[in-house]
Nanobody, 115 residues
Framework: QVQLVESGGGLVQSGGSLRLSCAAS????????MGWYQQAPGNQRGLVAQ???????NYIDSVRGRFTISRDNAKNTVYLQMNSLKPEDTGVYYC?????????WGQGTQVTVSS
């Protein structure tokens, strides 16, 4: 069973930056495309950024150019660099596989952007 542990969230002002990390247990991490998901208050969880096994990335329109997803397979870790943060980026952020049968969700990390 893969365990996911997210960290790096916090309270920042609009325009600020945060770097989220997600550590995955187990040696199978490198075999999967990974994603970061946002659950905004009152909304369902949705994918905001994805990275393939070979490092190709994709983003939803609202974060493209501001967020950068990356991975370090040797450390079983995926990152999300968040720049130029906006109040609408507020939510709990989770990582998981991108597609297929997802692993159990971690506790997530709270990001709060004040205006």
């Amino acid at each position: 069973q893969v365990q996911l542990v997210e960290s790096g969230g916090g309270l920042v002002q609009s325009g600020g930056s945060l770097r989220l990390s997600c550590a995955a247990s187990g040696s199978i991490f490198s075999g999967y495309a990974m994603g970061w998901y946002q659950q905004a208050p009152g909304n369902q969880r949705g994918l905001v950024a994805q990275i393939s096994r070979d490092g190709s990335t994709n983003y939803i329109d609202s974060v493209r150019g501001r967020f950068t997803i990356s991975r370090d397979n040797a450390k079983n870790t995926v990152y999300l660099q968040m720049n130029s943060l906006k109040p609408e980026d507020t939510g709990v952020y989770y990582c998981n596989k991108d597609g297929g049968r997802l692993w159990s969700w971690g506790q997530g990390t709270q990001v709060t952007v004040s205006s």
